[in-house]
């Protein structure tokens, strides 16, 4: 087993561990201090694999925004969670609601797999983790797998910390419902 192989696993076992056990408290997550629900959420720019290459939260007021942190591109649960947005991506622009994903991964891998997958959807590159660690979702080497819901003036209406990939979408747009409606 290669020492990538081997961390990936260890994290995969980590996330499981997290998960079934919910072993974090709302307002701080393993990633560090979520932000707070109705505040302005942190702004960021983040270079893309769509556009003019850069896309910033503020790019989006107008609309609402599903900002979705996730570990890595490729990986079993990641590659469900983006397709389970992408199936749902028509029910979100009736919403006028706009997807992001973010990953600490690298321009070049988004691109390829937003091409393997047929996201239409951006994913934004957050190799530091400056926007992830605003938010509450970086470990050391990746994002957490969490999700904020963020409303047309620019303040942070939900977060999910506990999300299962195989139908985290539909329970988003639920809530989104739920606030829309609100």
């Known amino acids: 087993m290669s020492r990538r192989q081997f961390f990936s696993v260890l ?62 591109d490729f990986t079993s649960g990641c590659t469900l969670e983006a397709r389970r947005f992408q199936q749902d991506l028509p029910e979100y622009l009736q919403r006028n609601t706009q997807i992001l994903g973010v990953s600490a991964d690298n321009v070049q891998s988004h691109a390829e797999f937003c091409d393997s997958e047929g996201l239409k959807f951006p994913l934004l590159t957050d190799s530091k983790g400056t926007v992830s660690k605003a938010y509450g979702s970086w470990i050391g080497f990746v994002s957490m797998r969490h999700t904020f819901i963020i409303d047309p003036q620019g303040i942070l209406r939900e977060i999910f910390t506990d999300v299962r990939p195989s139908v985290h979408s539909q329970e988003v747009l639920a809530r989104l419902n739920e606030l829309q409606q609100a």
């Open 11 to 72: 994290l995969a076992i980590a996330l499981s561990f997290i998960t079934v056990f919910n072993v974090t408290p709302p307002a701080f997550a393993l990633g560090g201090k979520l932000p707070e629900l109705n505040q302005s959420a942190p702004e960021f720019t983040l270079a893309t694999n769509t556009g003019d290459g850069e896309i910033s939260l503020s790019d989006y007021r107008g609309q609402w925004v599903v900002l979705y942190f996730y570990p890595k």
